[in-house]
């Protein structure tokens, strides 16, 4: 559906896209992850044409965008940040605007605008103007306006920026509603929001690739060393005789206790090996409760901090 070989985009001597190749299939939700200054912005600018490349390339379903934008735009669909929305045009004005600018055919033009609005949830406003409506009605005009046409590929920017909780439950069922007809690409700083409706994700870390697989498999791969987190019914100190007596540990981070007669710690294993066993004994041979102790699960915020060290450097 989508190629991308080689990708540099320079801005003076700042690279803000290095050499980044990927593939997008379709059929699935992609998630576009990285900090600030990663790059991911750019690299979606590049793939619906709004900016051109220092070189490599880009197809989209087989369309150069460069050497053929007309043809390579027509398969996109895509919703910026910012909706690109005239407040003083009614819902069905705008949609009907935005038509003619997709030169959609005339006697098409009705059909695909009722059908828009019907997925996107926005008929009941059709002739409501646009600068009377909340922001999450706003939002779903923008995703009208980027699915109108049929397009094979929805592009969205920070989709539920600046919205509410409820409007952010609403997108999310929206754009998971997209991806069962379109192949969705959203990038976010929202990390729950990734991986609670991508199948798939893309880490960028200035202007590279550092990973791509699906959500859960990115955790996992990340998780080969296992974090144990223990509170106890005795104090620092005692602490820290036991677990020096078990071998394979790492490291151990000791946390505020949430009682004054116990102690929290995460215990981190070496690379490979189970420690809970060996944790387990050495504090009942000490006569030590143990009133919790379980594996920590990490989180795609774990991963992400991971992998592009913005986490602390050990």
Known sequence: MIEISNLVKKYGDHVAVDNLSLTIEPGKIYGLLGPNGAGKSTTMNILTGYIGATSGTVKINGYDILNQPEEAKKCVGYLPELPPLYMDMTVAEYLK?????KKIEKKK??????????????????????????????QRVGFAQAVLGYPQIIILDEPTVGLDPKQIIEIRELIKKLGENHTVILSSHILT????????VFIISK??????????NLINLMSTEQNIDI????????????????????????????EDDTVKFVVRAQKGCDIREGLFKAFCDRN?????????????????LELTGEGETE
């Open 288 to 304: 030590i409760t143990l009133l919790e102790m379980h594996s920590a699960v990490k989180s795609l915020e774990d991963v992400f």
């Open 207 to 216: 202007g590279k690739l550092v990973a791509s697989d699906a959500t859960e």
């Open 193 to 200: 929001e990734i991986s609670a409706v991508c199948d798939h």
């Open 109 to 138: 033009r009705k059909e695909m605008i009722n059908d828009a609005m019907e997925m996107t949830g926005v008929s009941d406003v059709s002739e409501r103007l646009i600068k009377n409506l909340s922001k999450g009605y706003r």
């Open 97 to 101: 605007f935005v038509a003619e600018l």
């Open 231 to 258: 509170i106890a019914k005795c104090d620092e100190a005692v602490a820290r005789q036991v677990i020096e007596n078990v071998s394979d540990v790492k490291e151990v981070k000791f946390e505020q206790p949430e």
